[in-house]
C-alpha cells in the first residue's frame, strides 16, 4: 500500500516557477515508477511527466525543456521543478505511482495540488 500527498501548488505569474513534491509513504517506493498528470477543467487528464525505478524520465512535448522531474528514494519523495510557467499550464496536478508484480499493475493516486498561472 502507498499513499501520495502532493504539495508545492500554487499561484504564480506567468514566467515563474513553482516545485511540486510528492511524497509517499509505504513500502519499496524505489520499485515504483511515478507519473505526474495534470487535469484542467472541461479536458482530459493529461500525462506531464514520469519517471521509472531506475530513474529515466519522460516528458510531454508541452512541458519539455521547461519542467524537470527528480526523485529521492531516500526520501521517498518526487519533484517536478516547473519553470517558464505559462497560463495554459494552470491545472490540477496529480501524482500517481505504478508497479508491475506478476504482470498486474498495483497503480495510486495522491490527491492533487492546484497550479495557477496568471498572465
Known amino acids: 500500500q502507498v499513499q501520495l500527498v502532493e504539495s508545492g501548488g500554487g499561484l504564480v505569474q506567468a514566467g515563474g516557477s513553482l516545485r511540486l513534491s510528492c511524497a509517499a509513504s509505504?513500502?519499496?517506493?524505489?520499485?515504483?515508477?511515478i507519473n505526474w498528470y495534470r487535469q484542467a477543467p472541461g479536458k482530459q487528464r493529461e500525462l506531464v511527466a514520469d519517471i521509472s525505478s531506475g530513474g529515466t524520465t519522460n516528458y510531454a512535448d508541452s512541458v519539455k525543456g521547461r519542467f524537470t522531474i527528480s526523485r529521492d528514494n531516500d526520501k521517498n519523495t518526487v519533484f517536478l521543478q516547473m519553470d517558464s510557467l505559462k497560463p495554459e499550464d494552470t491545472a490540477v496536478y496529480l501524482c500517481?505511482?505504478?508497479?508491475?508484480?506478476?504482470?498486474?499493475?498495483?497503480?495510486?493516486w495522491g490527491q492533487g495540488t492546484q497550479v495557477t498561472v496568471s498572465s
Open positions: 509505504g513500502s519499496r517506493f524505489s520499485r515504483y515508477a
Open positions: 500517481n505511482a505504478v508497479r508491475w508484480i506478476f504482470g498486474s499493475p498495483r497503480t495510486y
